[in-house]
């Protein structure tokens, strides 16, 4: 059963840091790009980030350039978020979610074109 599962959310300070974790399973993750996204409470869901799946091509939306990081681990099934300096506005569930291809750029960074998700993880940044 094809799956992809968010962990590492949590409550943190602003200003502090975390990672968050893809796992995938039922399929091989090295084949596909991969997106995060995440959706804040009474807003669309908004694309943050995708790698390819060498992670020779990295892109990030402007609310996270400099702050966020993605990566990922083929061996390991894994693709991660290290999400740094965070602030109140980055409150919301993340999620990650599996392109139809190899690659992904900021402009394929829509609902529509990614066809597998996780279930989210909750990220908190109190003000």
């Known amino acids: 059963q094809l799956q992809l599962v968010e962990s590492g959310g949590g409550l943190v300070a602003p200003g502090g840091s975390l990672r968050l974790s893809c796992a995938a399973s039922?399929?091989?993750?090295?084949?596909?790009?991969i997106g995060w996204f995440r959706q804040a409470p009474g807003k669309e869901r908004e694309g943050l980030s995708c790698?390819?799946?060498?992670?020779?091509?990295?892109n990030y939306a402007d609310s996270v350039k400099g702050r966020f990081t993605i990566s990922r681990d083929n061996a390991k099934n894994t693709v991660y978020l290290q999400m740094n300096s965070l602030k109140p506005e980055d409150t919301a569930v993340y999620y990650c979610?599996?392109?139809?291809?190899?690659?992904?750029?900021?402009?394929?960074?829509?609902?529509?074109?990614?066809?597998?998700w996780g279930q989210g993880t909750q990220v908190t940044v109190p003000s």
């Open positions: 979610a599996r392109s139809p291809g190899q690659y992904c750029t900021m402009s394929t960074m829509r609902e529509t074109y990614f066809g597998y």
């Open positions: 039922g399929f091989t993750l090295g084949n596909f790009a």
């Open positions: 790698i390819s799946t060498s992670g020779s091509s990295r």
